[in-house]
């Protein structure tokens, strides 16, 4: 066990040191009349000090250990309690100390020739302040023959014509800020001699702050709690062991108005049994690039089409980008259908019950279909659903949702009495236009103001509300006084219809608010705002 | 000779006596001990030679951090250079301090303090500027009639 004392003079109250001095003194004139304990004494300086400080100290310690050691000191002002002693204590409650995680993603590494590039283990790789490293010596390869260990990549040809291969890198330290989104530029330090440039290739994920006491009291409840899929604390706490970075759970079940699944007979009435577990499983919804083969379905047209198991698909909120493989071109091809599907197969010998698509949507149990134009031309002689060619899709997904759903299916832990659907939250993703006037010569730094908008709205929980008072106040954490945010603030949401799976624009300066409708499972206990870093658009003015 | 011994305390209080700071006729030890080592175990002493003992370490010693009013920056400042040494420097930041050694040392005296140790005054007197060799004579008297007094000589390291 660490020390939880302290050693140093330091800190201690100079009121509660002359207290003990004055005790001392007092105790030993009583005791001993004839000795000269008068303050300039040597038996002051060299016995009745040095006594009291260390009094003081022990008692500052001893006090310090039993304030830090009740729950009810500890609730009532967590700021000010020792982090060490609170995690002791909570530890009694099966809540653990999380250290923080460092992100980890992939990068494209560009180059301007096809030629064996090594990119060397612990290389740096650098995005604005943020500094990551790569976990393995990488080497790029040309060809597909020459791959023969798992850390040789095949380089690849982009549309543009330039080289790249992926190196994986982890961030030199733990903390939510190192998660940059795909597409980011980032500076390769000492790069060979043919780098062009590189870039984000997917969402970085898993990076998390370490726990402040205040977190760890806010997990208490989770702690303390039955880890059952009966409540959101229980089905939170549940589910927080085998998958910490889960941040907001919200359980759907029976005479809850968004629950449409317990009403499938003739009789339109709940007979229950049945539950939705809406669960955020990661700070916000990531990007994932997936490669897939596109068959032609409408040569005329330029149409293809591409299919999603559930597997591949479990979590997804929407297809945010469709480009010919390898391309590094802004935009997307433009996707003219979406058909979403359902996957029934039973999950851990379990077998959910859905009548609607939008009841499976964004779970482990929905399947997709899409279908885009890309109209350069179809090779001579292609046939329809015969020609294949290979497209990047980027997906934005909540991840885990397909193990969860397979942790709490497991006979072993889910309830036989039943029939509970893990889902991502209903997204709404919010882009946010923010002005700010800043004095002259005042510090600000837009990284960091984005930072705190964007975990600020991502943690803000269900809710179908967002007001922009929020955004706001995380603006002005860091603003230096005199700045000032000018309002209104522009925030523009688009919700993705569980249904149709087409996005819905909303757009307010003041109160952003999805209207309820409970057919679709849209309601406040369902509905979950996102904002992606670089969806925040800031502009100062400086006066 | 000194009124106060370090043997003389019927019905007095006594403190513990440090090894000499000062000159009090006892071979070998003419100089001043800065840290008020504890030479001879158990001995206690009162009267003039207990008010020299408190107004040397008064003089001498910065109060604790969490009692700054008591004790005087004197020594700390010798120590530390400050001064860098010269004749007008050391008289000019002694001049404060030993203020405040007489003002501290009369406020904890009670009406049952005997006259021999009641301070009437510290001063400076002299200072021998050899280089790296200085000393420093202070003069500390007593309040009583006997009007005792000693000089101490306090060694400093003098930068020319």
């Keep these: 066990m660490r020390d939880l004392l302290d050693k140093s003079l330091v800190n201690l109250d100079p009121n509660k040191v002359r207290e003990f001095e004055f005790f001392l003194k007092e105790y030993i004139e009583t005791a001993n009349a004839g000795v000269d304990v008068s303050k300039a004494s040597v038996f002051y300086a060299l016995v009745i000090q040095p006594a009291a400080m260390f009094m003081a100290l022990t008692n500052q310690n001893v006090d310090a250990f039993r304030r830090n050691s009740s729950l009810q000191e500890v609730l009532n002002l967590p700021e000010a309690a020792d982090p060490q002693i609170v995690q002791a204590l909570l530890s009694n409650f099966g809540v653990e100390y999380r250290e923080g995680s460092n992100a980890v993603g992939i990068v494209h590494v560009f180059l301007v020739n096809n030629a064996v590039t090594t990119i060397p283990r612990g290389a740096v790789v650098t995005h604005g302040e943020l500094s990551y490293r790569t976990t393995t010596t990488t080497i790029g390869v040309p060809s597909r023959d020459l791959v023969s260990r798992d850390t040789d990549a095949l380089i690849q040809q982009a549309e543009t014509g330039a080289y790249y291969f992926p190196i994986p890198v982890r961030a030199e330290n733990p903390g939510e800020e190192y998660l940059v989104t795909q597409g980011s530029s980032m500076f390769l330090q000492n790069p060979p001699t043919n780098y062009v440039s590189a870039r984000a290739a997917e969402d970085f994920r898993g990076g998390e702050d370490a726990d402040t006491a205040l977190d760890l009291v806010e997990r208490l409840e989770g702690g303390i709690s039955g880890k059952t899929t009966a409540s959101r604390v229980h089905v939170k706490a549940l589910v927080e062991e085998q998958f910490p970075s889960v941040r907001h759970g919200s359980v759907i079940g029976m005479g809850h108005e968004a629950m449409t699944r317990d009403r499938n007979n003739i009789f339109r009435i709940s007979y229950g049994g049945k539950s939705d577990i809406y669960l955020q499983t990661e700070a916000r919804p990531l990007r994932e690039v997936v490669t897939k083969t596109a068959k032609l379905v409408n040569a005329a047209t330029n149409t293809w089409q591409v299919s999603f198991s559930r597997e591949e698909f479990a979590g997804v909120y929407f297809i945010s980008r469709v480009v010919p493989k390898g391309s590094t071109d802004l935009g997307s091809l433009a996707i003219t259908n979406r058909v979403p599907g359902v996957d029934l197969s039973p999950i851990e010998g379990f077998t959910p019950t859905f009548s609607h698509n939008h009841q499976a949507a964004f779970s482990a149990f929905q399947t997709f279909t899409v279908e885009f134009v890309d109209t350069s031309p179809v090779p001579h002689g292609s046939e329809v659903f015969t020609t294949t060619r290979e497209y990047d899709l980027t997906l934005v997904v909540m991840p885990h949702i397909q193990a969860i759903q397979e942790f709490i299916a497991d006979p072993w832990r889910g309830s036989f009495r039943y029939d509970d659907v893990v889902r991502a939250p209903i997204p709404v993703f919010v882009s946010l236009n923010i002005h700010l006037r800043v004095p002259p010569g005042a510090t600000y730094s837009t990284s960091a103001i984005r930072d705190s908008v964007v975990r600020r709205v991502n943690d803000l929980g269900f809710t179908r509300s967002l007001s922009s008072s929020v955004i706001v106040d995380a603006v002005h954490d860091n603003l230096s006084q005199g700045a000032s945010v000018i309002m209104p603030v522009d925030m523009y949401g688009e919700l993705v219809n569980p249904d149709t799976r087409e996005r819905e624009v909303f757009r307010s300066a003041t109160n952003l608010t999805v209207p309820e409708r409970p057919e679709l499972g849209i309601t406040n206990d369902t509905v979950m705002f996102f904002v992606l870093p670089d969806n925040v658009d800031i502009v100062v003015e400086a006066r | ?160």
């Design chain 2, 1 to 160: 000779m000194l009124s106060g011994t370090v043997v003389d305390y019927n019905a007095r209080k006594v403190d513990l006596y440090l090894s000499p700071a000062h000159d009090f006729g006892v071979p070998g030890f003419q100089e001043l001990n800065p840290s008020f080592g504890l030479a001879h175990g158990g001995t206690v002493c009162t009267g003039f030679v207990k008010l020299v003992q408190k107004a040397l370490m008064l003089l001498l010693t910065q109060g604790r951090f969490y009692d700054i009013y008591w004790g005087t920056s004197m020594g700390n400042s010798l120590r530390s250079r400050n001064l860098k040494q010269a004749a007008r420097e050391i008289s000019a930041a002694f001049a404060p301090s030993g203020h405040d050694v007489v003002d501290l040392l009369r406020s904890e005296e009670s009406i049952d303090t005997p006259l021999d140790e009641r301070i009437d005054r510290i001063d400076l007197v002299n200072m021998a500027e050899d280089p790296g060799q200085g000393r420093l004579l202070v003069v500390i008297e007593v309040a009583a009639l006997s009007q005792d007094a000693t000089v101490v000589t306090l060694p400093i390291t003098w930068i020319p």
